[in-house]
């Protein structure tokens, strides 16, 4: 290696790559991303480094435990004034949206209800990043990094 090459910056799979699934409550639809994280100057995790890749898993009503939700808030709603919106609404002047937001979905669920909804995320995160894993460090590989399985 001569003085003016540098070193690949090493990322490990299982220790730096995260996923994150969510519950996009404007589009109605779950969404992912795929992120790698950075290191302080201790080494210790600090922040997101850079996104891998972003897309949408489901539309929010074809997975029954979001959809038994979406359901009962509505059914809900419409007895209630948070259900005086609009059919179509617009939110940011030029986007139309023909079905109501979930706004105030989360503030609508139980504690355990969320709890449930956060175990399916947790489920679908370790799904997407054992199924992506080769599409992914090859990704990765493509930046300039060397990755390694695990830092163990």
Same mark, same amino acid.
Request: hydrophobic share 40%; aromatic share 14%; charged share 25%.
């Given at each position: 290696m001569s003085i003016y090459?540098?070193?690949?910056?090493?990322v490990s799979y299982?220790?730096?790559v995260f996923v994150w699934v969510y519950l996009d409550q404007i589009d109605r639809v779950l969404r992912y991303?795929?992120?790698?994280i950075d290191y302080d100057h201790h080494? %210790?995790?600090s922040t997101l480094k850079f996104v891998i890749e972003e897309g949408v898993l489901d539309n929010a009503h074809e997975v029954p435990l979001i959809n038994e939700f979406i359901k009962a808030y509505e059914r809900d709603c419409f007895l209630s004034r948070i259900a005086s919106m609009p059919s179509c609404v617009h939110p940011h002047g030029r986007t139309l949206i023909s079905t109501?937001?979930?706004r105030f979905l989360y503030n609508y669920l139980?504690?355990?209800?969320?709890? %449930?909804l956060h175990e399916y995320f947790a489920a679908q995160e370790n799904r997407l990043k054992r199924d992506k894993k080769s599409?992914?460090?090859r990704s990765l590989r493509a930046l300039g990094f060397d990755v390694v399985p695990n830092l163990a």
């Amino acid at each position: 290696m001569s003085i003016y090459e540098y070193p690949k910056p090493v990322v490990s799979y299982e220790d730096d790559v995260f996923v994150w699934v969510y519950l996009d409550q404007i589009d109605r639809v779950l969404r992912y991303e795929a992120f790698v994280i950075d290191y302080d100057h201790h080494g %210790r995790p600090s922040t997101l480094k850079f996104v891998i890749e972003e897309g949408v898993l489901d539309n929010a009503h074809e997975v029954p435990l979001i959809n038994e939700f979406i359901k009962a808030y509505e059914r809900d709603c419409f007895l209630s004034r948070i259900a005086s919106m609009p059919s179509c609404v617009h939110p940011h002047g030029r986007t139309l949206i023909s079905t109501p937001p979930l706004r105030f979905l989360y503030n609508y669920l139980a504690p355990e209800q969320i709890e %449930r909804l956060h175990e399916y995320f947790a489920a679908q995160e370790n799904r997407l990043k054992r199924d992506k894993k080769s599409r992914w460090m090859r990704s990765l590989r493509a930046l300039g990094f060397d990755v390694v399985p695990n830092l163990a």
